[in-house]
């Protein structure tokens, strides 16, 4: 309904179908409590949380009142505590490619990390951001190392699974769930094959080897090594 309205000219109209939606989820949301905030991976939600509305409505906003339109847009869905780690990356990509502001993508991927480090989705959206658009080895490596730690702390390994320098002599993670670990291991690995040196992507692969042979030792759920 949002979309015909605005291809026949009726903004106003078409940002109250999006108003009217977004107020529902705060309704249900509210209701949830606890349950609608998302953030971390593993945490159950019973909140159907919606991701799409805040998404179109930012894009909708950015059609029809601009760059200072949708920002604002952003900055009041990213208050929400049901706000999911899909808006900020659909936010930063949008100042990437349409505002060709790569600060201010780099800015809203920082903020969304403070709150969605443990999403690893999240992480890997941030890093082939920095990879592609930025060409900044050094911090899609620092981005890397802080999503792997965190993963590691989240599936129990505690301070002693922190993440080691790649040229360290690796040691058994202790025995953990870390696919999410994996996950950032092999995304992180498929992006240094091209371009990493020799040294720092076989101590990659050593580390993701421990990572994995934790997760097979049964020490902490399903889910496999790949």
Known sequence: LAETYEQHGMHSEAGSVYTSLLEEADAAAAAAGDAAVPGLSGKPVT???????????L???????????????????????????????AAARMEHQMSRDTKMARNIFEIGLKKFIAEPLYVLDYIQFLSQCCNDSAQVRSVFERGLQQALLNNG??????????SATPTPYPAANNSCALQLFDAFLDLEYPRGDFAFIRGLEKRRALAAQSLSSGGGGGGSSG
């Open 157 to 166: 390994t505690g301070s002693s699974g922190a993440a080691q320098p790649s």
């Open 47 to 57: 909140f159907a949380v919606d991701t799409l509305t805040p998404i179109h409505f």
């Open 59 to 89: 894009r909708f906003t950015r059609r029809t009142a601009g760059v200072d339109g949708a920002r604002k847009v952003f900055g009041a869905q990213a208050r929400k505590a049901w706000c999911t780690f899909h808006v900020y990356v």
